[in-house]
């Protein structure tokens, strides 16, 4: 009969432990995720050219945003102004496959294009 009752005790243990840290794991997944994404963003911001400035805050943020919708699954490595006339903001991409793509877009992060490129 003890041991039954150690048992029981144990496994009631376990279970509380286990509908303890289950939530504690979620929450921190969901908080990692958040700064990853944030902390992909921030890194962009290093400025490509001499006369291209590094996105910052909202604008960082929307541009980057437009240009991952361009091409899902990558990561911004860089975005700054666009200073050659093609478009308002340039944001570089790393795709998956470790390749880079060049994202142009207007002053309303509508993408205008987007190439291969080695830069960034």
């Known amino acids: 009969m003890r041991s039954a009752t150690r048992r029981f005790w144990l496994t009631a243990l376990a279970a509380a432990l286990l509908l303890l840290t289950v939530p504690l794991v979620a929450s921190a997944a969901r908080h990692h995720r958040h700064h990853t994404a944030s902390a992909h963003l921030t890194s962009a911001a290093n400025s ?11 604008t960082l943020s929307s541009a980057g945003a437009a240009a991952l919708a361009a091409v ?49």
């Open 72 to 120: 899902p699954g990558g990561t911004v490595v860089r975005a700054t102004t666009e200073t050659d006339g093609a478009g308002s903001y340039e944001v570089i991409v790393r795709k998956t496959d470790g390749t880079k793509v060049k994202v142009i877009e207007d002053s309303s992060f509508k993408v205008l294009s987007t190439s291969a490129t080695h830069c960034g």
């Open 48 to 58: 490509g050219g001499s006369d291209e400035t590094a996105l910052t805050g909202t």
